[in-house]
């Protein structure tokens, strides 16, 4: 892009506001070869000064000493050609006779000196001026001011800037002041103007110097043609399909033609291959780097996408950090509250621990004392037959006491039993838990304490932090709003220990040794549980953070602890009922509340141990079936034939106690303590010792009843367990003794319990030995 050329103020053709008629020059009639035309150049100079350059041109014909006239106008711009020789005339008074290079010579002297005191007189009517602003300058002294510019461009080519030099100054005032040209003139009257004249020498530098210039404004013009002609191209809006015709168009355009001169390579049909296989190549190359590119856009929409998923739900972090908060402040309180009131509900659950291990007590060591007492007193009775039966039995009044308190319960037991119309009852199968009256009073208002300490509490508590349904329902909302962080924060290991300390109060009432007890599954803890896992909809596959194994965890932490300090040390193994109603919790927990098949727990494993453990202790120390002489139990109303068939019937009764377990204890642990501790150590001996009779046929057949079914339900045994090796042979020479007495008939009553047990071998073995063959059948049916 061309540079702008420097701007320049060229020369005008207009007339000057401030001359005086008209003056345009006109070649005189004489001279026509010695026309001359001034050029006036004015430019600003840095102190705002004006200067005026008169340049004397020559026409082509003139000679050295011609005459010519100049025109000279002050306000005209510089280079300004003269008008056309046909223009009016010029005043006498602004035109000037210019005659021989000597005459000039003289003329500019005394002009010099004319000038000199004119711009001595306007420089200080010029101070002046400047010195009032106020002032308005009138025309003379503008007038003044020009010539000065004037005569300063012919002395020194510049207007001096410094204005102390006086002696110029004191010498341009006096000659104005005898220079008539520097007062002010009128408007009605013109003012003289005469050039200096110039020497040969320096004419010809000024020839020079207009040469010159006229090249320069030559270069400055065509510079300035050239850049407007591109500022019109660019201003200009180019039709499509026409060109647009400049006029100042400087270079034509070139079309260019082909030479065909010029020689091509040749082309065969592998070079076009070539070309063709390199260019599929890079096309193949860039097709790549397109896909490449479009797999990264498609990568950035995504994130993009994603980012603006993540900004948009950005939106509730406010909702989340309040629910957040709002949760663990829940759960701080919660924590707060359950740890301030577990020490009370550790002291109440003691206190009932207490009560009820104190009744149990109480029960056993009676049970022990009375075992004692009564056998000490048939003791004495067997003594004393043997020394002599005129002496009589001197018992103390403890002994005999106890004696008539165990009759007391023993006859009131017997009118229930009549009032309720069960008959069918041996003696020493009863429970003998029965309390007196005020020792039931004093019971049942401790408990009833115990109950309303127990209520007391959660009292001043609110339900959102003691009702398990309430605090189960905030993690229920939590799970369905935020169910990552949920999941995340294993709420699922949480639960089980916040609500253990509100189940151990619901749990201080509750007995699992009592018949009558509720069961675990129609607890109000239990079915909240239970709805609260079946609102879950998680997947079943999880382990660790799985809500369905909630229920599961409860029960491993807070059932089961509490179920193992009940057999430890209030369970009684000999009584009927509270087996019954243990097993069936304990039956619940082990089988129906485990989650997984192969799930053993630490607190099972302790259950089913301390289970073990007491009843091995109650065949140790509550098992008593004493041995008398034949003589003295023949008599069966005699009170040794009642004590030992008593505590008979009380060993087959812990004996069914203890099959019981059958399904939750393992059957070799069974086998060991029902066969080999029980049956084969004391009800096989105290059979043996028995008078061979339908009662005993009686007990063997009660005996047979309580094994459990599942242990010979293979078809294929022909023999049975090893642990039942004893009773068979007692079966055996039983049915050998009834067969030569007179209870032959209740030998094929022994056979059929042959069969139950799988004593197939020995039973046909004894059927074809003493030639029972109607017997037979009762195998074969098998």
Known sequence: M??????????????????????????????????????????????????????????????????????????????????AEGGSGV??????????????????????????????????????????IVNIPDAAFIQAARRKRELARA???????????????????????????????????????????????????????????????????ENQDIWEQQQMRKAVKITEGRDLDLSYSSEPQTVKKFDTSISLPPVNLEIIKKQLNTRLTLLQDTHRTHLREYEKYIQDVKSSKSTIENLENSSNQALNFKFYKSMKIYVENLIDCLNEKIISIQEIESSMHALLLKQAMTFMKRRQDELKHESTYLQQLSRRAETSTNESLAVDEKTQWILEEI??????????????????????????????????????????????????????VHDDFCNIQHILLKFQQWREKYPDSYYEAFISLCIPKLLNPLIRVQLIDWNPLKFDAIGLKQMLWFTSIEEFMASSMEDS?????????????????????????????????????????????????????????????????????????????????????????????????????????????????????????????????????????????YLIIALLNAIPGPEVVKKCKQIAAYLPEKWFQNSAMRTSIPQLENFIQFLLQFAYKL????????????????????????????????????????????
């Open 91 to 132: 005043p006498e008074s602004r035109m000037v006779d210019l005659s021989t290079d000597e005459e000039g010579e003289t003329s500019h002297s005394s002009e010099s000196k004319d000038d000199q005191s004119s711009s001595s007189n306007s420089s200080t009517s010029l101070e002046e001026e400047f010195s009032s």
């Open 2 to 83: 061309a540079h702008r050329p420097k701007r320049t103020f060229r020369q005008r053709r207009a007339h000057s506001s401030d001359s005086d008629g008209a003056e345009e020059p006109s070649a005189e009639p004489g001279a026509p070869e010695e026309q001359t035309a001034l050029g006036l150049t004015e430019e600003g100079p840095p102190s705002g000064g004006g200067r005026v350059e008169v340049t004397a041109r020559r026409g082509p014909g003139r000679g050295p000493r011609g005459r010519g006239r100049v025109w000279a106008s002050s306000r005209r711009a510089a280079g300004a050609a003269p008008r």
């Open 155 to 221: 002395r020194d080519d510049y207007i001096s800037l410094d204005v102390k030099h006086t002696s110029a100054i004191t010498g341009m005032q006096k000659n104005s002041d005898e220079d008539p040209e520097s007062e002010p003139d009128n408007h009605g009257e013109r003012i003289p103007f005469t050039p200096k004249p110039q020497t040969l020498k320096q004419r010809m530098a000024e020839e020079t110097t207009s040469r010159n210039e006229t090249s320069e404004e030559s270069q400055e013009d």
């Open 739 to 782: 067969s030569g007495s007179e209870f032959r008939d209740e030998v094929k009553e022994i056979i059929p319990i042959l069969v139950k047990i799988k004593a197939l071998n020995q039973a046909e073995s004894f059927i074809e030995e003493y030639h029972l063959d109607h017997l037979k059948s009762v195998v074969r049916e098998v």
């Open 541 to 681: 596959k999880k382990e660790d953070s799985s809500d369905k194994k909630i229920l599961s965890a409860v029960v491993n932490k807070t059932i089961i602890p509490r179920l193992t300090d009940f057999v430890e040390f209030i369970w009684d193994p000999l009584s009927t009922s509270q087996t019954t109603s243990l097993i069936t919790h304990c039956r619940v927990i082990l089988e129906e509340l485990s989650t997984c098949a192969n799930e053993v727990s630490k607190g099972k494993q302790d259950l089913l141990k301390s289970i073990v453990v007491r009843m091995k202790k109650a065949i140790e120390d509550d098992v008593f079936i004493p041995l008398y002489p034949k003589s003295t139990v023949e008599n069966k109303t005699s009170p040794h034939s009642k004590f030992q068939e008593r505590q008979f019937w009380s060993g087959v009764k812990l004996f069914r106690n203890i099959l019981l377990w059958n399904g939750l204890l393992p059957d070799d642990t069974l086998q060991e303590l029902g066969l080999g501790k029980l049956l084969n150590r």
């Open 407 to 460: 009759e007391s319960r023993r006859s009131q037991r017997r009118q229930a039993r009549a009032l309720s119309g069960n008959c069918d009852h041996q003696e020493g199968t009863s429970s003998d838990d029965e309390l007196s009256s005020a020792d039931m009073n004093a019971f049942q208002k401790t408990q009833g304490d115990i109950s309303q300490d127990r209520k007391k509490i959660f009292e001043d």
